[in-house]
């Protein structure tokens, strides 16, 4: 989709319901839905972050998302797709400031060259102890992104066409730091799989975009 058309549609869903749930259990491994379901009542003083999901225009003008993946390391996120960001600091001001402080870091993109349009609906991660805040940014006039090293392994631009595409929400067994060949629902997006917290995200912004697109 053209970038143009895209900016002045998004601007929308800031009149728009959250789905929230509705829309984080969609991609939400049954095990993950029971933990969470059960969190819900005895939170567990969660260590706090927030991530940026941004959007921008490619050399065609067509609309991109932007990804990253992370480095392999020892630690439940470990070598996973996902927005860019990171827990708070005790700097940062609020979680919008850590947003996009985080983006910066991580993939150069500077904060006074994001619009950012909405904050979703946060996400809790059972295993890690994080509850996450993820924002909705667009970058009208990228530049090249410039990644962490030390953070990131590499990173994925993401057509705004394919995210939206059913046909790209598929079921994978997984093994993980704290489970062994699970099922879980995943977005398959440039020959990666993205799972877990990320595409629960993923999938409120895809309801969203689909109720002003």
């Not at 969190?39 to 706090?48: C, E, M, Q």
């Not at 927005?83 to 904060?111: C, S």
């Amino acid at each position: 989709m053209n970038f143009s058309i895209f900016e002045a549609r998004l601007s929308k869903i800031k009149n728009l319901s959250l789905p929230g749930e509705a829309s984080h259990f969609k991609m939400a491994p049954e095990e993950r839905i029971e933990e969470l379901l059960k969190d819900k009542f005895k939170k567990k003083n969660p260590r706090k972050a927030a991530v940026m999901a941004l959007f921008y225009p490619d050399a065609n003008h067509e609309t991109k998302i932007l990804c990253i993946l992370r480095k392999t390391y020892k630690g439940v996120h470990s070598n996973q797709v996902a927005f860019p960001g990171g827990k708070v600091e005790t700097t940062d001001r609020d979680l919008m400031e850590t947003a996009l402080r985080e983006t910066h870091e991580e993939v150069g993109v500077h904060p006074s060259n994001v619009n950012v349009i909405s904050e979703i609906t946060k996400v809790y991660i059972p295993p890690s102890n994080f509850e996450v805040q993820p924002f909705i940014g667009l970058y009208r006039s990228p530049k090249p992104f410039v990644i962490q090293e030390s953070e990131v392994e590499a990173l994925l631009e993401i057509s705004l066409v394919d995210f939206l595409q059913d046909h790209n929400v598929v079921s994978k067994k997984l093994s993980t730091s704290y489970a062994s060949e699970m099922e879980v629902p995943a977005f398959k997006l440039n020959d990666y799989i993205v799972w877990g917290a990320t595409a629960m995200m993923m999938s409120e912004i895809k309801d969203l975009l689909k109720q002003v697109l």
